[in-house]
């Protein structure tokens, strides 16, 4: 038989008892008896929810029911399923509350709670809404042992999930000596199956509540359980017809359903999940349910704070200096598969920081394995960025660079204190679970002081430092699918806005498109946001309607349009923290760039704080740009107006940092040889005269260059 | 819409001659569309080119001058609606109401309420001297109010008497009297004197017709009284004129503004301070008040310094020591950036922990805590810089130097630069200052 | 040739937000021009004054607040007093006495203290916090319950707190909650947006952008006012039409204006006279700037506001 037919005939079963039941209350109370849940102004509110029914007397429930059994349809669909499953729910409900028709406490002197009251579910609710209770479990039946039962619902409670729990299971938590009650999270709900009515009770008045949804409102109530309300059913095995009825509605309402019932069972990817092994059901449900768990304490001997950030740890202070440059020390961070990823799992390949030689050298790498459903490799660099400013607020301990050239010293004072190798595992674990929460489902860290192995995991390490490298300078604007914005500086340039593209990162050269993407990835809402290119207007200039329309709406309606590699057709504009000016110099055709270092004058008569209060503030000046200076050597400098073939004047200091990029991108674009030669800086020229005098020396491409207006 | 640099540059000669005191003719064609210089200090721009240019050249609300030299008053020449769009240039300013009866009753406040802050005088900036029948003692006041060295306003519709008194006035002065009945004699006059003249109008639309009327008589040299008979229509007046001109583009109401609270808010300072602070948002260019207390004079001459920072520079307080609390030699010492509000946040807090400091204040640029650190305006070594400079080891004896939280990662480096020093890490937040000061051990 | 007047009516208005229930009920916003522009459009609901007192009592510490509740001593009288003060709109309840620092007064004790006040006035509440970020959230959920039906305003949901401050106060119990951010209209516009995506709708937001006293850096506060009005305005920008509300008070009687004494700056005159100028002049430019309603303390300040906010309408 299928599991559609299981899920038929158990909610014929629930129906039968409903019936029965409430025939029984009828001819015990009569039709017109009252009908009400205690300390609930939602009446029946499974019934109230889906079919709008208020239900006050046992007769309004037996029309309810006799509506309940047409719902419960059994074609071979899916949607009868779903109905059918929900039917069930609240033919449970039916059933529960004839207990409450005779009496407003049926489970006074049991260990069962029966019906939440209004205040209960508003108690439940808030931390449910706000995720401080990541979501709650609802146990069917008795576990394998009493053991498993004990271990599953303390693993539940030491995340932080709120457990309901029905039937056998109870009992087994009593005989572990559990302790149970609302406030402890633990709460029995009943003996029988039928109990689920309660919780389901639960669940939609929330969403009416909470979410506002409208009674009668069917698909809205389990859009809403689906999308905000965060549960899941463990059921033991063996699951009955009737369970598996209850699942169906479960499922209908967005919640999987994880058993470890192999018999007459049928996996439904997301949603029925067989799980033969109990230890693993905390894991499978978690992940059914894409249900993080907040981590915010971190387990390390030492204080962890940013006052620590500045600390130095000097020679005499220090227990052991790691330091790539003299061993195989490294940093790595790599996306992994999830089966390759144990959550906090932290492991030290080779000795401890014990077995080295005081104030001596000692060799580390770290790697973090991370896996997450949204997790991508181009964050691993972000991520390996971040541990730095991690690991200096651990007092006692000071880092300095990335990959392998890391140094980190631990100070006597924290080794005394008892900080250990796997103390580097433990930061490591709670910062990037908290920090990047949005992306990261499971982190596991290894640290090795194994020389041997060191060596050889550093190669490794470095064949993905350099595939990264080649990733990055193999992006182009044309080979990505979006750019980013970036509004990070508005809150003094307030109608500024910053497109990020591969090749041209943002002015103030500290967000790199890499950088823009995780920002928006970690935090959707915040200062970086998707700008599609999916509508160009004109490629030479790199002119998009899709850009102008985020330029728009992020400068508030400030700007209407900018290109992206022209200087003198709406040049992007700039917010103040440009690390470079770039300006028209009329006499040769081409521009001059000054850097925020040089103080001197150029060639355009003017200096770089001149330059900056005309550029600055968000304004559009054709003819004038900041940028940051890893955008010089990009092959879409100026690509409107002829390229980086225009540059006639940088100051000295700025050539050196960009001349070997310059010079390389110079001879791809014009096969011209130590291109940055050419170009003339303060030590030849601070007035238009000389400089061309350098120019026509030097044959500067420039000058047989159109002129620019 | 205003020309872009690089459209005047392409009219100018591009010979870099710096006849116009510019290094190139680039540099010149930025600073005209900036509106920084005006395009006749280049003498070799055709009259064609000039033509063309000087009407989108010049701007939609004129600079009016009150005298000349260094001791002018400049109100006007605003290109924006709100200061985010670019910024405000010209601050308002702030006249005391005097008459004959009331004048040396109101002396001693106006000589009394004069100070700096932030580098910039507080003081009533003008004297709006009323006249109120008799032209000789009129002659004495306006010679009185001139001797105090402040602008005049000339508030009087009588144009004998304005003939009679201008000279007594100096060489600051604002002719208010002109009408629509009685403006071209006025104009006549305020020309003759080199005075700036004031229009007022019924309404505005007959403000708006003695403005276009004497435009073509050729003065150009305006301030508009706005004030109404109420406060509403005053406001409404402000902020009309102010936004026909520079949204609309109508030049006509292109002038600065003056709002008389005597008029509309007589005898209540409450109302008046009220008032004053909305005007200083909005469109006020000359508030006359009937008097400007102290207890007024603090919250609106901070308002307007603040509103007419330029968002792009902004307020600086000079480096140095600042004792804070009766601290002395053997106070700790604070250090924060010069960012004019990061001085006042924190100097605010630290006062009220009741515990003495000594706050060291020392060059970041006018930047914030975080900004200044990201921009390298603050390090250990600008603190350095500034200990050494301010010779801080010999004045202060106290060797603990607490520092912003925000830059927590400047402690061990200021430690390595200043040696026998103790950095101690402050709270991030300057709410917790308070706590953190009087829980601190030194 | 008469002046052509253009007038600024934008198709876009800021959102309409009541507070309190019955007759005495307020609405915040609603208005489709910059304010107090009333010659481009009619304004429906003028700018609102809310009086402030603390859960410790009457901001005692300045005469002429003191000569105000003299005679009132309990917590319900004061509240009661502050109600009928000539010009207030909706009484502001600081909840100061449940800082840890400051008393650290129980969430249960707090909320029955908030109950009784309610029930000792007519006019609307606005609950402000104790200004601990963690007790907040507890706080707001208690008095949310304890004040159910009584349509009150809480300031204010922040960046760390909002998901319990949405969930308790404007989801769990249909009160009205204030979005508080650091005088930036992308940070304050997050907050709505995160707020929104919890559900809660946006007519039940009310945005406290921060302030400033006026001297102190009031520049950020008028620039972030001028550009979210014109973002909701011009740009019809939905998560940024909630009226704006400005706590002044806890501002201005905090800078060395208004509390330095007169011996020790003798020029200055008395310090009373100072704070209500401060308050004054800082409330009149957020109300130009854009602020739907502003909470003061002294009764000066609260009769020269209201008269400014009358004469202008």
């Known amino acids: 038989m299928g599991l559609f037919d299981r899920v038929f005939r158990g909610s014929a079963e629930m129906y039968a008892k409903a019936e029965a039941e409430l025939t029984a209350a009828i001819s015990e109370l009569g039709e017109s008896a009252p009908m009400k849940m205690p300390d609930t102004a939602y009446f029946l509110s499974c019934i109230y929810a889906f079919l709008g029914k208020k239900v006050t007397t046992l007769g309004e429930l037996r029309d309810a ?37 005779r009496t407003p406490t049926p489970y006074d002197g049991t260990d069962y709670h029966g019906h939440f009251s209004d205040a209960e579910v508003r108690e439940l609710g808030v931390p449910l809404v706000t995720r401080d209770i990541p979501g709650f479990v609802v146990i069917i039946d008795p576990a394998p042992t009493d053991e498993e039962a004990v271990a599953l619902i303390k693993g539940y409670q030491a995340r932080g999930i709120f457990v309901f729990l029905i039937g056998g299971v109870i009992d087994q938590a009593l005989r572990g000596g559990i302790s149970m009650g609302f406030p402890v999270r633990v709460v029995p709900v009943g003996p029988d199956i039928w109990a689920v009515g309660h919780i389901i009770s639960l669940v939609e008045r929330a969403a009416m509540i909470f979410g506002a949804v409208t009674p009668g409102d069917w698909e809205a109530f389990t859009e809403y359980s689906f999308h905000r309300i965060f549960a899941f059913v463990n059921a033991f095995s063996p699951v009955s017809d009737i369970t598996v009825a209850c699942g169906g509605g479960a499922i209908a309402m967005g919640f999987p359903v994880i058993t470890n019932d192999k018999d007459d069972m049928w996996a439904v990817p997301k949603s029925l999940i067989i799980q033969p092994d109990t230890t693993d059901f905390i894991e499978t449900s978690l992940e059914a349910r894409d249900i993080k768990i907040k981590v915010t304490n971190i387990d390390i001997p030492v204080a962890f704070s940013t006052a620590f950030e500045g600390e130095i740890i000097r020679k005499k202070d220090m227990r052991v200096d790691i330091n790539g440059a003299r061993q195989d020390c490294f940093e790595l961070v790599r996306s992994r598969a999830t089966q390759d990823v144990e959550d906090h799992k932290i492991i030290l390949d080779g000795p401890d920081i014990d077995k080295f030689p005081e104030g001596g050298a000692m060799n580390l790498a770290v790697i973090v394995d991370v896996y997450g459903k949204n997790m991508q490799s181009d964050f691993e660099p972000v991520f390996e960025r971040k541990f730095h400013s991690f690991l200096n607020c651990v007092e006692g301990i000071m880092h300095t660079g990335q990959r392998d050239i890391i140094r980190i010293r631990v100070s006597n004072a924290a080794f005394e204190a008892g900080f250990r190798a796997k103390h580097f595992g433990e930061v490591l674990y709670s910062k990037i679970k908290s920090e990047y929460e949005a992306v990261v489902d499971k982190c596991q860290v290894t640290i090795v002081t194994d020389a041997a192995k060191l060596k050889e995991l550093r190669a490794e390490a470095n064949i993905a430092y350099d595939k990264r490298d080649m990733r990055l300078q193999s992006m182009t604007d044309e080979t990505v699918e979006v750019f980013y914005n970036c509004i990070l500086c508005q809150s003094f340039s307030p109608s500024h806005v910053c497109i990020v593209t591969p090749e041209r990162l943002g002015l103030c050269g500290a967000v790199s498109w890499l950088d823009a993407k995780a920002t928006n990835e970690l935090d959707p809402n915040g200062p970086c946001q998707v700008v599609t290119k999916k509508r160009p ?44 000016i770039c300006g028209i110099e009329p006499a040769s055709n081409g521009v001059s760039i000054v850097n925020r270092e040089h103080t001197g004058i150029t060639p355009l008569g003017m200096t770089f704080s001149e330059m900056a209060s005309m550029t600055g503030g968000g304004v559009q000046t054709p003819g004038f740009m900041g940028h940051g200076k890893h955008f010089i050597a990009s092959k879409k400098f100026l690509k409107a107006e002829g390229g980086i073939a225009r540059i006639v004047w940088m100051p000295k200091a700025l050539k050196d940092t960009v ?6 991108t110079a001879k791809e674009l014009y096969g011209i040889d130590d291109f940055v030669d050419m170009i003339a800086d303060e030590e030849v020229a601070e007035d238009a005269e000389a400089l061309l005098e350098f120019l026509a020396e030097k044959g500067h491409p420039v000058l047989a260059m159109e002129p620019l207006f | 819409m205003a020309l872009k640099g690089l459209d005047i540059f392409k009219l100018t000669p591009k010979t870099n001659c710096k006849d116009c005191g510019n290094p190139t003719c680039m540099a010149f064609a930025m600073k005209v569309a900036q509106g920084a210089v005006e395009l006749d200090k280049c003498p070799h721009l055709s009259d064609d080119v000039k033509a063309q240019l000087g009407d989108a050249t010049a701007p939609p609300m004129k600079k009016i001058e009150v005298g000349s030299g260094d001791d002018k008053f400049t109100l006007g020449g605003e290109t924006v609606l709100f200061r985010h769009d670019k910024t405000f240039v010209s601050k308002n300013f702030f006249a005391t109401w005097v008459c004959e009866g009331c004048f040396d009753g109101k002396l001693p406040l106006i000589e009394k309420v004069d100070y700096d802050r932030l580098g910039e005088r507080m003081y009533v900036e003008f004297l709006n001297v009323v006249f109120t029948g008799d032209v000789e003692k009129y002659k004495e006041l306006v010679a009185k109010a001139a001797k105090t060295g402040r602008g005049i306003i000339l508030d009087v519709g009588d144009l004998d008497a304005a003939k009679a008194v201008i000279d007594a006035a100096g060489s600051r002065v604002i002719l208010n009297g002109a009408n629509a009945s009685n403006y071209e004699a006025f104009s006549a006059l305020a020309t003759e004197k080199n005075a700036v003249l004031g229009v007022s109008g019924a309404s505005l639309d007959e403000l708006y017709d003695t403005v276009a009327a004497l435009e073509k008589l050729g003065n150009k040299n305006l301030v508009l009284d706005v004030t109404g008979d109420t406060v509403k229509a005053t406001f409404a007046n402000a902020v009309q004129l102010r936004r026909a001109a520079l949204k609309d583009n109508d030049r006509t109401f292109g002038y600065p503004s003056i709002v008389n609270l005597h008029k509309i808010a007589q005898g209540d300072a409450n109302m008046q301070t009220a008032l004053a602070s909305l005007f200083v948002l909005k469109y006020g260019s000359i508030i006359i008040m009937d008097e400007m207390e102290y207890s007024q004079a603090l919250p609106l001459y901070g308002l307007r310094q603040n509103i007419y920072t330029d968002p792009q520079k902004p307020m600086k307080v000079e480096p140095g020591i600042y004792p804070l609390g009766g601290a002395d030699e053997n106070s700790v010492c604070v250090t924060t950036v010069d960012f004019a509000l990061t001085y006042f946040v924190v100097s605010g807090e630290l006062e009220r922990s009741g515990v003495p400091l000594n706050l060291l204040i020392s060059d970041a640029g006018g930047y914030s805590v975080l900004t200044a650190w990201a921009a390298g305006k603050l390090s250990a070594g600008s603190i350095a810089k500034f200990f050494a400079e301010f010779e801080i080891e010999s004045k202060i004896k106290s060797r603990t130097l607490v520092i912003p939280g925000k830059v927590a990662v400047l402690k061990g480096e200021i430690e390595e630069k200043l040696a026998g020093w103790k950095v101690v890490v402050a709270p991030n937040e300057a709410v917790e200052l308070v706590k953190f000061f009087r829980e601190f051990k030194a | 040739m008469p002046f052509k007047q253009v007038p600024q009516k934008f198709n876009a208005k800021i959102n309409a937000l009541t507070i309190g229930v019955g007759e005495k009920e307020i609405t915040l916003g609603g208005e489709n021009v910059f304010p107090f522009y009333t010659f481009d ?26 000569a105000y509740y003299a005679g009132s001593d309990t917590l319900p009288e004061i509240a009661k007093r502050a109600s009928e003060m000539p010009g207030a709109d909706f009484l502001a309840i600081s909840l100061d006495g449940a800082h840890p620092d400051n008393g650290n007064r129980s969430v249960e004790d707090t909320a029955a203290l908030v109950k009784s006040i309610s029930d000792a006035v007519d006019i609307p509440l606005v609950i402000e916090g104790s200004r601990n970020i963690e007790k907040d959230a507890k706080l707001f959920e208690k008095i949310a319950e304890a004040l159910q039906g009584k349509n009150v305003l809480f300031l204010s949901a922040r960046e760390e707190n909002y998901k319990s401050v949405s969930a308790a106060a404007a989801m769990a119990y249909g009160q009205k909650i204030g979005a508080e951010s650091a005088v930036d209209i992308n940070l304050a516009k997050q907050l709505n947006v ?22 102190y850096g009031f520049e950020y506060v008028a620039t972030t006012f001028d550009r979210v009005k014109s973002a909701a305005l011009a740009q019809n920008d939905n998560m940024l039409q909630m009226p ?70």
């Open chain 1, 537 to 580: 207007i004109d490629e030479r200039t790199g002119a998009f309607e899709d850009v102008n329309e985020a330029v728009q709406k992020y400068s508030h309606g400030a700007l209407e349009q900018v290109t992206l590699y022209s200087i003198l057709e709406d040049p992007m504009t700039s917010c103040g923290c440009f690390e470079c």
């Open chain 3, 41 to 66: 459009a009619p304004i429906e609901n003028s700018p609102k004054i809310g009086v402030e007192i603390s859960d410790l009592g009457a901001y005692t510490d300045v005469p002429g607040i003191a």
């Open chain 3, 194 to 215: 995160l707020i929104s995506q919890m559900g809660v709708k946006t007519e039940s937001v009310a945005m406290n952008l921060g302030s400033a006293a006026a001297g």
């Open chain 1, 659 to 664: 001349r070997d990029r310059l010079n390389k």
């Open chain 3, 244 to 313: 704006i509300i400005t706590p002044v008070s806890s501002e201005v009687w905090t800078v060395k204006e208004s509390i330095v004494s007169e011996e020790d700056f003798p020029d200055w005159g008395p310090a009373e006279a100072r704070g209500v100028s401060m308050e004054i002049s800082t409330a009149a430019a957020c109300l130009a700037a854009g602020s739907n309603a502003v909470i003061l303390r002294h009764p000066e300040s609260v009769a020269t506001v209201s008269k400014l906010i009358a004469d202008l309408m």
């Open chain 1, 65 to 101: 029911l006799a509506e309940i059994q047409s719902k419960m349809t059994t074609n071979q669909r899916l949607k009868d399923v779903f109905t059918s499953g929900i039917g069930t729910a609240m033919a449970a409900e039916v059933i529960e509350a004839t207990k409450y028709a």
